[in-house]
Nanobody, 125 residues
Framework: EVHLVPSGGGSVQPGGSLRLSCTASGFTFDDLHRSWYRQAPGDECELVSTIVSDGSTYYIEAVKGRFTISQDNAKNTMYLQMDNLKLEDTAVYYC???????????????????WGQGTQVIVSS
């Protein structure tokens, strides 16, 4: 069975930190692009960050300087360290492993690649 199992979500106050993780079972990341997406209530499925096999990373401007994506190949795990969280970071966060150019949609609409089931991040005072 193929799984991406998430952990690390929760509720924090503004300025707090969380670390999300996803561990792959039944496949290895290999040369897939490893990404974090998020979807807030009523909003679109939004790419947050991507890491590729050579270690190159990408961040959307809204999280640049606050979030850090990383991977541990020995554990077949990907991470998203989120610091200085803001109210607008509240969303369900999804990990995904995709081939470049593969069509993207957040669960339950995802049709391609490998996706975690999502973990809730709530930032509130």
């Amino acid at each position: 069975e193929v799984h991406l199992v998430p952990s690390g979500g929760g509720s924090v106050q503004p300025g707090g930190s969380l670390r999300l993780s996803c561990t792959a079972s039944g496949f290895t990341f290999d040369d897939l692009h490893r990404s974090w997406y998020r979807q807030a209530p009523g909003d679109e499925c939004e790419l947050v960050s991507t890491i590729v096999s050579d270690g190159s990373t990408y961040y959307i401007e809204a999280v640049k300087g606050r979030f850090t994506i990383s991977q541990d190949n020995a554990k077949n795990t990907m991470y998203l360290q989120m610091d200085n969280l803001k109210l607008e970071d509240t969303a369900v966060y999804y990990c995904a492993a995709l081939r470049p150019g593969e069509l993207v949609a957040c669960p339950p609409h995802a049709r391609f690649g490998y996706w975690g089931q999502g973990t809730q991040v709530i930032v509130s005072s």
